[in-house]
């Protein structure tokens, strides 16, 4: 499989919203059928939902503004504190082992925002020694001065969304910023912040691999410590899927994933996920804690969370819609729907996430996130590795591992489709 799109923590559309009062902690802490022996490690993702333009390709909750003014931001933060303060009970006694700020354009708030956000949530959530702190950046919504004033608020990584360093494509992609601009972003980042990532995507509307080949060379001539790439995708209730683009076809796209994996390799970025590469110590542990199956706090307009409690996982999501979850956040009732994840989905929803990592994982981890026993996914695991699709180290032993094969990770969705639950 090529590489895809992020897995959004934020979806395009909320599922069926029930306006009764929401069941509290007491409920999630009766007897279940899970047996997990300790809960995951717990990050927090908070959603700023606005951007100066909708794209056309994005299908995330982002939605267009000609300016965010003190007071909506202010507001904002607001309801992002009611949200978390009356989330607390779910997660009592828990550290947050990473932080991301993630949107829309998140860099359309201001630092005093941000500064008050993060003091809050420290305020209510103690944070892991050498906690990493995202924030999602677009090109030309900031200066230098703005950058410092974020890592003074507590941001320690940036991301920059990128997408392109060629304008005709940015124009094509609908971007609000130029090369100029993506390049000034870049060279920020990397003089302000240890660590940060450059967003791009890649199979872009009339694109060739020698364009994408120098799009690489620009990219990695700031020797971005991560970079991710991902494979446009047209996505329902976009305008690209109203207006669809003219695409490289799949054998081009493969050319172009070939391009990317030799240099990047070449410039000392592994591949350690899907659409993820990174130098050493740079990996990025927010992503890293989705696809190992840790839980997550998701704060702010349509954010997804997953929670879990001693023998059941909790998902939950926000209200969508920026102006009905400023009113419900402020009044505590920020979740707009929650469901207990069924017993017989959870081997397909850690192997979704799991089966992304390039090195694989052990297979107690899987015990250890979703309460099940191994048994639960022995039988798909054998199917796996009889076509080829994983490797399986140590079976029967404490130390046994999982991992995709070349030909697993290039055929990830047949992979994981092997864990469906029967119907
Ligand atoms: C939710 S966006 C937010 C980042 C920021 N607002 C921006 O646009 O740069 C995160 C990343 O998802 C990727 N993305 C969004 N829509 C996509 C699509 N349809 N296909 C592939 N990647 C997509 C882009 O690379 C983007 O940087
Ligand atoms: S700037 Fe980012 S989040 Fe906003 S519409 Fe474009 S891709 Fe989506």
Known sequence: MSPSRPLPPVLAAAPGVADTPLPGPEHFLRPGTLRLPAPPPLALYVHLPWCLKKCPYCDFNSHATAGLDAATQGRYVDALVADLEASLPLVWGRRVASVFIGGGTPSLFEPEAIDRLLAAVRARLPLEPGCEVTLEANPGTFERERFLAFRGAGVTRLSIGVQSFDDAALARLGRVHDVAQARAAVAEAAEAFDTWNLDLMYALPGQTPAQLAAELDT?????????????????????????????????????????????????????????????????????????????????????????????????????????????RALEGRAVSNQHEVARAELPLEFMMNALRLKDGFPLRLFAERTGLPPSAVLAPLQRARERGLIVWRDEGTADEWVQPTPRGFDFLSDLTALFTPAR
């Open 219 to 327: 990219a990695l001539a700031f020797a971005p410590p991560h970079l991710s790439i991902y494979h446009l995708t047209i996505e329902p209730n976009t305008l690209f899927a109203v207006q669809p683009p003219e695409l490289p076809d799949d054998d081009t796209a493969s050319e172009m994933l070939d391009l990317i994996a030799e240099r990047t390799a070449a410039a000392g970025l592994a591949r350690y996920e899907v659409s993820a590469f990174a130098r050493d110590g740079h990996r990025c542990a927010h992503n890293l804690n989705y696809w190992g199956f840790g839980d997550y706090l998701g704060i702010g307009a349509g954010a997804h969370g997953k929670l879990s409690f001693p023998e059941r996982v909790l998902r939950q999501v926000r209200w969508r819609e920026p102006a009905a979850y400023l009113a």
